[in-house]
T-cell receptor
Framework: AQSVTQLGSHVSVSEGALVLLRCNYS??????LFWYVQYPNQGLQLLLK??????LVKGINGFEAEFKKSETSFHLTKPSAHMSDAAEYFC?????????????FGQGTTLQVKP | NAGVTQTPKFRVLKTGQSMTLLCAQD?????MYWYRQDPGMGLRLIHY???????AKGEVPDGYNVSRLKKQNFLLGLESAAPSQTSVYFC?????????????FGPGTRLTVL
C-alpha cells in the first residue's frame, strides 16, 4: 500500500529565505507524486506533479520539487519565500491508473512566512 | 466556468440529524470524489464515482452515502450525524483517474456536529 509522510507539521521561514518542505513516500511500484497548496478558507490547488521523465519538476509560483527514488523523497523547495506563500501544503501519491489511481495525502505542512 | 462548487459552505448539525452536501462541476469530468480533512490527518477519501450512476467506497466510507444521478453532481449524505463527522469536506473532480488527470477541488464545506 502507498503512504506519504510529511516531516514537520509546521514550518516557519523569514521572507526571502529558502523554503523546504519535506515529503517521503512508500510505494512498492513506481509512484506518481503531487504537491497541493491550500490557502486559508479555500480548496486545494495543484502546485506540481511528477509522473515520469525529468526528476526535477517545476510548478507554479516558483516552487519546484525533486523526485529521488533512492531516498523515496519528493521535497518541495522555493529559493525565496514570499508572504503570499503562507498556506498549508500537502504531498500526495498515487500509482498506476484505473481503480488504483486514487490520491493518498500526507498530513500536511503549514508554512508560516515572517516579515 | 465556475469549476467545482459546494453547497453549503457551513453547517451545524445536532447528533442524529441528517443532511446532504451538494457538489457540482461544470467541466464535464467523469470522475468525482468526496474527501474529509481533519487536523493532522490530511485528506482522506470517503467515496468516489467513476461516472454517472456509479459510486465506490474510499478509505473512510462508514456513516456516509453518495449518489451520482447526474454527471455534473455528486451528493454526499449523512443519515445520522455523529460528532466524529465534524470535519471539512472537500469535493473534487477529474477528467480521468490516472496520474495525468489533475483533480480540481471545491472550496469546502465546514460541518460541525454537536
Amino acid at each position: 500500500a502507498q503512504s506519504v509522510t510529511q516531516l514537520g507539521s509546521h514550518v516557519s521561514v523569514s521572507e526571502g529565505a529558502l523554503v523546504l518542505l519535506r515529503c517521503n513516500y512508500s510505494s512498492s511500484v513506481p509512484p506518481y507524486l503531487f504537491w497541493y497548496v491550500q490557502y486559508p478558507n479555500q480548496g486545494l490547488q495543484l502546485l506540481l506533479k511528477y509522473t515520469t521523465g525529468a526528476t526535477l519538476v517545476k510548478g507554479i509560483n516558483g516552487f519546484e520539487a525533486e523526485f529521488k527514488k533512492s531516498e523515496t523523497s519528493f521535497h518541495l523547495t522555493k529559493p525565496s519565500a514570499h508572504m503570499s506563500d503562507a498556506a498549508e501544503y500537502f504531498c500526495a501519491v498515487t500509482v498506476g491508473s484505473g481503480n488504483t489511481g486514487k490520491l493518498i495525502f500526507g498530513q500536511g505542512t503549514t508554512l508560516q512566512v515572517k516579515p | 466556468n465556475a469549476g467545482v462548487t459546494q453547497t453549503p459552505k457551513f453547517r451545524v448539525l445536532k447528533t442524529g440529524q441528517s443532511m446532504t452536501l451538494l457538489c457540482a462541476q461544470d467541466m464535464n469530468h467523469e470522475y468525482m470524489y468526496w474527501y474529509r480533512q481533519d487536523p493532522g490527518m490530511g485528506l482522506r477519501l470517503i467515496h468516489y464515482s467513476v461516472g454517472e450512476g456509479t459510486t465506490a467506497k474510499g478509505e473512510v466510507p462508514d456513516g456516509y452515502n453518495v449518489s451520482r444521478l447526474k454527471k455534473q453532481n455528486f451528493l454526499l449524505g449523512l443519515e445520522s450525524a455523529a460528532p466524529s463527522q465534524t470535519s471539512v469536506y472537500f469535493c473534487a473532480s477529474s477528467r480521468g483517474i490516472g496520474p495525468l488527470d489533475t483533480q480540481y477541488f471545491g472550496p469546502g464545506t465546514r460541518l460541525t456536529v454537536l
